[in-house]
Structure formats: structure tokens, C-alpha cells
């Protein structure tokens, strides 16, 4: 069966760095694009950035844009995101999720259990 | 950036009603539109993607309906696992925003 699982989640001050770890089985990793979301404690889900299956596309929502990277090791069917320069509005769980694109559109079909990040002094 | 809207933002229900949920995107979105549910502590589940299209190992009670800017989540009998967070979800451009939820609780 399809499973994620997140890791890496920490207490870092801000300004901080830390990189999370997604890993990926039971599953083709490498024919898969994979995405990262986050949610805010007791808020909504933002997406934050999406790889292809190959890692050659990213995407990114700008409010993230050049503090964090997405990066994959199919080989090892794993997925990244560095975090850098941390703010105390990026505390949040951060979600792992498998996508299935499709023409326009995609979905999110399979999520991992999410791994805690908090940005605090 | 594709801004989506939920009504109700909560309701409550009992146990075998029939619930519907509201989302409107700020433009035309097609039928690029997903629903998850989300309990407490857990990671969100899909249930309806592309509009309409129920996902595999989904209750049939749980359909889907819509095209352009409004769509509608609805739930024919509501079960005990049905209480939990709805949140729809646009895949029609990145960034793939996210509705506010809607939290269906026990009357």
C-alpha cells in the first residue's frame, strides 16, 4: 500500500534552516509528482511547491519563493524541502502528498501523517 | 492567484441528514476542483476529484457537482466518520489554493 511519511520537523529560531524528508513506498516513486503542503495551527492548508517525476519542473507559490527548495532522490524515493530563513508565520504541519496530473488538472490522492515545524525564539 | 470560497464556514447535522457544501473560485476553473475531508489531528483525505469523480474506497453518499466557478459537496446520509473539516481545492493553475473549510459537527 501507498505510504508517506515525514521527517525532520523541529524547533529552529528564526532565521533558522531545516530540511524535511518525505519517504515514499508502495508505489512507482520516480512516474509520480510529489508536492508539499503546509497548515498553520488551527488554520487552513496552503500549498507550498510541487516536482515533477523527474525533479527537472518545480513550482512554487510565491510567498515562498526563494526560502524554500523542493527536491527528490528517486533512486532512494525520497522528497526534500529546505527551509530557509525562517519566520514565525511558517510554523505550521507540513504535509507530504502524492499528485496524479492529468491533462490541466491534478489532485492530491495519498498524504503522510505531516511532520511539526516551529519558528520561535 | 485563484481565490476559493466555502459556505457554510460550520454546520451542525444529524446523524442521516442530507448535507451540502458550497465553493466558488474567483474565475472560471472548469471542472478542476477537489474535495478532502480532514479529521482532527490527521492528514486530509480526497473524495471527490475533478468535480465529480468519486475517488476509489469512497462512500457513494459523498457526490460532487459543479463546473465553472461554483461547486457543491454533497453528503446524502450522514455517518458518524462524517464529522470532520471539508476543504475544497483548485488544480486549474499553481498555486493550488486551498477554501477556508467548512467544519460539520453533531447536532
Known amino acids: 500500500q501507498v505510504e508517506l511519511a515525514e521527517s525532520g520537523g523541529d524547533l529552529v529560531k528564526p532565521g533558522g534552516s531545516l530540511r524535511l524528508s518525505c519517504a515514499a513506498s508502495?508505489?512507482?516513486?520516480?512516474?509520480?509528482?510529489m508536492n508539499w503542503i503546509r497548515q498553520a495551527p488551527g488554520k487552513g492548508l496552503e500549498w507550498i511547491s510541487d516536482?515533477?517525476?523527474?525533479?527537472?519542473?518545480?513550482k512554487y507559490a510565491d510567498s515562498m519563493k526563494g526560502r524554500f527548495t523542493i527536491s527528490r532522490d528517486n533512486a532512494n524515493n525520497l522528497l526534500y524541502l529546505q527551509l530557509n530563513n525562517l519566520r514565525a508565520e511558517d510554523t505550521a504541519v507540513y504535509y507530504c502528498?502524492?499528485?496524479?496530473?492529468?491533462?490541466?488538472?491534478?489532485?492530491?490522492?495519498?498524504w503522510g501523517q505531516g511532520t511539526l515545524v516551529t519558528v520561535s525564539s | 492567484d485563484i481565490h476559493m470560497t466555502q459556505s457554510p464556514s460550520s454546520l451542525s447535522a444529524s446523524i442521516g441528514d442530507r448535507v451540502a457544501i458550497t465553493c466558488r473560485a474567483s474565475?472560471?476553473?472548469?471542472?478542476?476542483l477537489n474535495w478532502y475531508h480532514q479529521k482532527p489531528g490527521k492528514a486530509p483525505k480526497l473524495l471527490i476529484y475533478?468535480?465529480?469523480s468519486l475517488q476509489s474506497g469512497v462512500p457513494s453518499r459523498f457526490g460532487g457537482s459543479g463546473s465553472g466557478t461554483a461547486f457543491t459537496l454533497t453528503i446524502s446520509s450522514l455517518q458518524p466518520e462524517d464529522f470532520a473539516t471539508y476543504f475544497c481545492?483548485?488544480?486549474?493553475?499553481?498555486?493550488?489554493?486551498f477554501g477556508p473549510g467548512t467544519k460539520v459537527d453533531i447536532k
Open positions: 508502495g508505489f512507482r516513486f520516480d512516474d509520480y509528482y
Open positions: 516536482i515533477s517525476s523527474s525533479g527537472k519542473t518545480k
Open positions: 475533478s468535480a465529480s
Open positions: 502528498a502524492r499528485g496524479r496530473y492529468y491533462g490541466s488538472g491534478s489532485h492530491f490522492d495519498y
Open positions: 481545492q483548485q488544480s486549474y493553475s499553481a498555486p493550488f489554493t
Open positions: 474565475q472560471n476553473i472548469g471542472t478542476y
